[in-house]
């Protein structure tokens, strides 16, 4: 990722800037404290304060001023590690996951020998949770010689109260950055160049409650003789800062050449000379740039050399409510062709929409699609797509049948679907062999998620006779879900073989997406084969020759679930971690709920069943998001599995009463795991009957990898039945030792052990190293309150208690934003939060959870 150099900037001394020395004291005291907290308003002088401090401060100090494309992990971890000019190598070796990143960090700055300061500005930009975790790990793990300061306009979701019991943080709000009637007058005078009359003062003081920003503009208007003094104040008409009259003030009392400028440049986030000349028709911007500085008009410089400004945002939201709406459009569209000429496709696809230039848009989108997709920006080409007037991608057949396929990865079936249902309709015998083949692959897949594997069969051949010799990215897509299908209808040898054809199309057509996700495929393939040893080299091949791409994700996931196996713990869950978060980035729901279900499992053969659980947490809420019944029901398996382990089988036959029996699985591990709920329950044979029907299957289709953990089953169940247990565990056990197959052994417990001894002649040493890897932990208690074997799995936060007061009084999602002073979307993301850590499905059931648990 390209770091831009002026967010790592602190913003430059502002000449004439009032000294505060209260508030500088107050800054000096907060700093033996980890965290500064400073929040109000925009233009208090929430950054001119701390930028003040920092200009005094005689250590080492980072700043980072935040926008809204910060708030994903990766971006955000980049830019921190390097505004505090840390160790990269855990970010470029490509195993960069959210906590080993901040452990390092910590560890690291724990080092240091002098005293530092790390601000982070505009902080209520960041809302995504696994970043809101990393900076509560560095506050409550914060080295002593360094302090941290957070600016913002909101109070970011971070666990303050507890902070605060503990004497964690400083708090600086709006009612201290006020301006007092004092420090109004030196900056009136400052500002205007004169002492301001002290009647004047006061009655600025009191209409802008000391609000340096309407302060300034005020300032500005007497300086120029468009405001005459206390009288104008208190006749101004107005909400309760004045905005909009003093803007009108500011900008009455400029030349006109000067005010058609700023209202043409409005459109734009971040002003140079070169694009100001486009979008205005000028040729002397760079001068009227410096003019707008000189005048203290609210430009602020973006970077050392001058080059990139930005209006304040208050000012810059009020001239674009003056702007012509005939001229918006024009200077959008003026913008956009400037960007589209610098290479600069996110900003042109922007400022095309907002201009109604939409032609300009698609082609920008289109023309970028194939490279985003190559380098596994799937998340960026939705979000293009979504910029985009819905009514516009919906005509196009091609558009619309890559806003569904990437819908469709991210785990939104059903909207996916609508898209490809549109795009057949559109899609003519005549449109580009291309884009007919990706609509027949991504039809391939629906088919896959429906459960008809023989049409997604039918469809993948046709998107390959389409292609035929190209190296396009979908004839490697067909490929891979051709033998995902047939994998499902029984033919798992001709899978392997054209998951192996694909691997090698992508390396020849240098596509990492396509070789990474047919690896992905192939290696649980050759797993339940038998032949783990070389699924777990297919993969560490894939990893080291794309390492650090997000897309790695796609073997990185399988390659953790198979180290598990071979009960390499440390490596497995290091693997799965990164590899979750990688999938998370690029938005596949598929390879995320199998990191997360292995995960689990790996946390509770390590005695963190708690952590286990709230992976299986997280698994299920991703799954009934993304409405895949099919992983969905592999999701309450594993729950079911768990919950066998820790010896709760009525909780586990809770979980496996939810998955209903009105679709009857075809998967391996759900029928295990039935089986082993009913030999808790003390019926043998019916587990021994089930047992008997997917060994005859896994036999018939060469899955020897799948009988060691059918056999090792069926071995106990003979035991149980009184039995002799001895020749199916013999045959497990000679299945398993050539690739190392232990995990299936050692997860069925102690009562494995004993008939683990007497087969120990098949395989003298297997035996002997599982049976010297069998661990004596305590069985984990978790400390929750349980309702009908439910519990709470992870504790709701001050907030989310309150929101789910507030529902039972039956407010709706907008009652409950206003009354606590928060978005609508930050009430749905809390409700979601607390759907999970309840186990509810709705309002209703969570309410009532919440009063069975004594919550409310």
Same mark, same amino acid.
């Given at each position: 990722?390209?770091?831009?150099?002026?967010?790592?900037?602190?913003?430059?001394?502002?000449?004439?800037?009032?000294?505060?020395?209260?508030?500088?004291?107050?800054?000096?005291?907060?700093?033996?404290?980890?965290?500064?907290?400073?929040?109000?308003?925009?233009?208090?002088?929430?950054?001119?304060?701390?930028?003040?401090?920092?200009?005094?401060?005689?250590?080492?100090?980072?700043?980072?001023? /935040?926008?809204?494309?910060?708030?994903?992990?990766?971006?955000?971890?980049?830019?921190? #590690?390097?505004?505090?000019?840390?160790?990269?190598?855990?970010?470029?070796?490509?195993?960069?996951?959210?906590?080993?990143?901040?452990?390092?960090?910590?560890?690291?700055?724990?080092?240091?020998?002098?005293?530092?300061?790390?601000?982070?500005?505009?902080?209520?930009?960041?809302?995504?949770?696994?970043?809101?975790?990393?900076?509560?790990?560095?506050?409550?793990?914060?080295?002593?010689?360094?302090?941290?300061?957070?600016?913002?306009?909101?109070?970011?979701?971070?666990?303050?109260?507890?902070?605060?019991?503990?004497?964690?943080?400083?708090?600086?709000?709006?009612?201290?950055?006020?301006?007092?009637?004092?420090?109004?007058?030196?900056?009136?005078?400052?500002?205007?160049?004169?002492?301001?009359?002290?009647?004047?003062?006061?009655?600025?003081?009191?209409?802008?409650?000391?609000?340096?920003?309407?302060?300034?503009?005020?300032?500005?208007? /007497?300086?120029?003789?468009?405001?005459?003094?206390?009288?104008?104040?208190?006749?101004?008409?107005?909400?309760?800062?004045?905005?909009?009259?003093?803007?009108?003030?500011?900008?009455?009392?400029?030349?006109?050449?000067?005010?058609?400028?700023?209202?043409?440049?409005?459109?734009?986030?971040?002003?140079?000379?070169?694009?100001?000349?486009?979008?205005?028709?000028?040729?002397?911007?760079?001068?009227?740039?410096?003019?707008?500085?000189?005048?203290?008009?609210?430009?602020?410089?973006?970077?050392?050399?001058?080059?990139?400004?930005?209006?304040?945002?208050?000012?810059?939201?009020?001239?674009?409510?003056?702007?012509?709406?005939?001229?918006?459009?024009?200077?959008?569209?003026?913008?956009?062709?400037?960007?589209?000429?610098?290479?600069?496709?996110?900003?042109?696809?922007?400022?095309?929409?907002?201009?109604?230039?939409?032609?300009?848009?698609?082609?920008?989108?289109?023309?970028?699609?194939?490279?985003?997709?190559?380098?596994?920006?799937?998340?960026?080409?939705?979000?293009?797509?979504?910029?985009?007037?819905?009514?516009? #991608?919906?005509?196009?057949?091609?558009?619309?049948?890559?806003?569904?396929?990437?819908?469709?990865?991210?785990?939104?079936?059903?909207?996916?679907?609508?898209?490809?249902?549109?795009?057949?309709?559109?899609?003519?015998?005549?449109?580009?062999?291309?884009?007919?083949?990706?609509?027949?692959?991504?039809?391939?897949?629906?088919?896959?998620?429906?459960?008809?594997?023989?049409?997604?069969?039918?469809?993948?051949?046709?998107?390959?006779?389409?292609?035929?010799?190209?190296?396009?990215?979908?004839?490697?897509?067909?490929?891979?879900?051709?033998?995902?299908?047939?994998?499902?209808?029984?033919?798992?040898?001709?899978?392997?073989?054209?998951?192996?054809?694909?691997?090698?199309?992508?390396?020849?057509?240098?596509?990492?997406?396509?070789?990474?996700?047919?690896?992905?495929?192939?290696?649980?393939?050759?797993?339940?084969?038998?032949?783990?040893?070389?699924?777990?080299?297919?993969?560490?091949?894939?990893?080291?020759?794309?390492?650090?791409?997000?897309?790695?994700?796609?073997?990185?996931?399988?390659?953790?679930?198979?180290?598990?196996?071979?009960?390499?713990?440390?490596?497995?869950?290091?693997?799965?971690?990164?590899?979750?978060?990688?999938?998370?980035?690029?938005?596949?729901?598929?390879?995320?709920?199998?990191?997360?279900?292995?995960?689990?499992?790996?946390?509770?053969?390590?005695?963190?069943?708690?952590?286990?659980?709230?992976?299986?947490?997280?698994?299920?809420?991703?799954?009934?998001?993304?409405?895949?019944?099919?992983?969905?029901?592999?999701?309450?398996?594993?729950?079911?599995?768990?919950?066998?382990?820790?010896?709760?089988?009525?909780?586990?036959?809770?979980?496996?009463?939810?998955?209903?029996?009105?679709?009857?699985?075809?998967?391996?591990?759900?029928?295990?795991?039935?089986?082993?709920?009913?030999?808790?329950?003390?019926?043998?044979?019916?587990?021994?009957?089930?047992?008997?029907?997917?060994?005859?299957?896994?036999?018939?289709?060469?899955?020897?990898?799948?009988?060691?953990?059918?056999?090792?089953?069926?071995?106990?169940?003979?035991?149980?039945?009184?039995?002799?247990?001895?020749?199916?565990?013999?045959?497990?056990?000679?299945?398993?030792?050539?690739?190392?197959?232990?995990?299936?052994? /050692?997860?069925?417990?102690?009562?494995?052990?004993?008939?683990?001894?007497?087969?120990?002649?098949?395989?003298?040493?297997?035996?002997?190293?599982?049976?010297?890897?069998?661990?004596?932990?305590?069985?984990?208690?978790?400390?929750?309150?349980?309702?009908?074997?439910?519990?709470?799995?992870?504790?709701?936060?001050?907030?989310?208690?309150?929101?789910?007061?507030?529902?039972?009084?039956?407010?709706?999602?907008?009652?409950?934003?206003?009354?606590?002073?928060?978005?609508?979307?930050?009430?749905?993301?809390?409700?979601?939060?607390?759907?999970?850590?309840?186990?509810?499905?709705?309002?209703?059931?969570?309410?009532?959870?919440?009063?069975?648990?004594?919550?409310?």
């Amino acid at each position: 990722m390209q770091v831009v150099a002026t967010k790592l900037l602190a913003p430059p001394a502002r000449p004439g800037a009032v000294a505060r020395p209260r508030l500088l004291r107050l800054l000096d005291g907060a700093a033996t404290h980890p965290l500064t907290l400073i929040t109000a308003p925009a233009g208090f002088g929430k950054t001119t304060l701390v930028a003040t401090w920092l200009a005094a401060f005689r250590g080492r100090s980072a700043w980072l001023t /935040l926008d809204e494309d910060d708030d994903t992990p990766g971006r955000f971890l980049d830019y921190l #590690v390097t505004a505090l000019a840390a160790d990269r190598t855990l970010l470029d070796s490509g195993a960069a996951s959210t906590p080993a990143v901040m452990t390092a960090l910590v560890n690291e700055l724990a080092g240091a020998d002098a005293d530092r300061v790390l601000v982070l500005d505009d902080i209520e930009v960041l809302a995504e949770p696994e970043i809101i975790d990393a900076l509560a790990f560095l506050v409550e793990h914060c080295p002593p010689r360094l302090h941290l300061v957070l600016l913002g306009r909101t109070e970011p979701e971070l666990p303050l109260a507890r902070w605060r019991g503990r004497g964690l943080l400083v708090e600086i709000g709006a009612a201290q950055l006020r301006f007092s009637p004092a420090e109004a007058g030196e900056l009136l005078a400052a500002v205007t160049g004169r002492a301001v009359d002290a009647e004047t003062v006061g009655a600025l003081t009191e209409r802008s409650e000391g609000w340096a920003a309407a302060l300034q503009m005020l300032g500005i208007g /007497l300086r120029d003789g468009t405001s005459t003094g206390s009288g104008a104040v208190r006749h101004a008409p107005g909400n309760r800062y004045v905005l909009d009259y003093l803007a009108e003030e500011v900008l009455r009392g400029q030349p006109a050449e000067l005010r058609e400028f700023m209202l043409r440049t409005c459109v734009l986030d971040a002003l140079s000379s070169s694009l100001c000349d486009a979008v205005t028709g000028r040729a002397d911007s760079e001068r009227v740039i410096r003019e707008l500085e000189r005048a203290n008009l609210f430009l602020s410089p973006l970077d050392d050399r001058g080059q990139w400004h930005r209006y304040h945002g208050l000012f810059a939201d009020y001239l674009r409510t003056e702007l012509d709406p005939t001229l918006a459009l024009e200077c959008h569209r003026r913008a956009a062709r400037w960007y589209a000429a610098h290479g600069m496709p996110a900003e042109t696809i922007r400022h095309a929409v907002a201009g109604r230039e939409i032609g300009l848009a698609v082609d920008t989108v289109r023309g970028q699609a194939d490279e985003q997709v190559r380098r596994g920006e799937l998340a960026t080409l939705l979000s293009w797509l979504n910029r985009l007037p819905d009514e516009e #991608v919906r005509a196009q057949a091609d558009l619309a049948g890559f806003k569904g396929w990437l819908l469709y990865l991210g785990g939104r079936v059903d909207e996916a679907e609508s898209y490809a249902a549109l795009a057949d309709r559109r899609m003519t015998p005549d449109a580009p062999i291309v884009d007919r083949a990706m609509l027949r692959t991504f039809q391939a897949y629906l088919a896959l998620t429906h459960g008809n594997p023989a049409d997604a069969a039918l469809l993948a051949t046709e998107a390959l006779e389409l292609l035929r010799d190209s190296t396009s990215f979908f004839r490697a897509a067909a490929m891979g879900v051709l033998g995902q299908a047939r994998r499902l209808t029984g033919d798992r040898r001709g899978a392997i073989d054209v998951l192996r054809e694909a691997v090698a199309l992508g390396e020849r057509s240098d596509n990492a997406l396509s070789t990474l996700e047919a690896s992905g495929y192939l290696a649980p393939l050759l797993y339940v084969q038998g032949r783990l040893r070389e699924a777990v080299l297919l993969c560490q091949d894939a990893l080291r020759s794309h390492a650090g791409l997000p897309m790695a994700g796609l073997v990185e996931v399988p390659l953790g679930t198979l180290l598990y196996e071979r009960d390499e713990l440390v490596d497995a869950e290091r693997h799965l971690v990164d590899g979750i978060a990688r999938c998370e980035q690029l938005g596949t729901t598929s390879y995320t709920l199998l990191g997360l279900r292995t995960l689990a499992r790996l946390q509770h053969a390590a005695g963190r069943v708690d952590d286990g659980f709230r992976a299986l947490l997280a698994a299920r809420r991703q799954a009934d998001a993304a409405e895949d019944y099919r992983r969905a029901r592999l999701v309450l398996a594993t729950i079911a599995e768990l919950h066998l382990r820790s010896g709760s089988p009525a909780a586990a036959e809770q979980a496996m009463r939810e998955i209903g029996d009105d679709r009857p699985s075809s998967s391996d591990y759900e029928q295990l795991t039935r089986a082993r709920l009913w030999l808790a329950r003390g019926e043998p044979r019916r587990a021994l009957d089930a047992l008997a029907a997917i060994e005859a299957r896994a036999v018939e289709e060469g899955r020897d990898g799948s009988l060691v953990a059918i056999l090792a089953v069926t071995a106990l169940a003979r035991q149980a039945a009184g039995e002799p247990a001895f020749d199916p565990l013999a045959r497990a056990v000679e299945l398993a030792a050539p690739d190392g197959y232990r995990r299936t052994f /050692l997860d069925e417990g102690a009562a494995i052990f004993p008939l683990l001894k007497e087969v120990r002649p098949v395989a003298p040493a297997f035996v002997a190293e599982l049976l010297s890897r069998t661990r004596t932990t305590p069985k984990p208690v978790a400390d929750l309150r349980t309702v009908d074997g439910i519990g709470v799995i992870e504790p709701l936060t001050e907030t989310q208690r309150r929101i789910l007061g507030l529902i039972a009084t039956g407010m709706s999602n907008q009652q409950v934003a206003d009354k606590l002073f928060i978005t609508v979307g930050t009430t749905k993301w809390h409700l979601n939060q607390i759907f999970g850590r309840l186990q509810a499905r709705n309002r209703t059931e969570a309410v009532a959870r919440a009063r069975q648990l004594e919550l409310l």
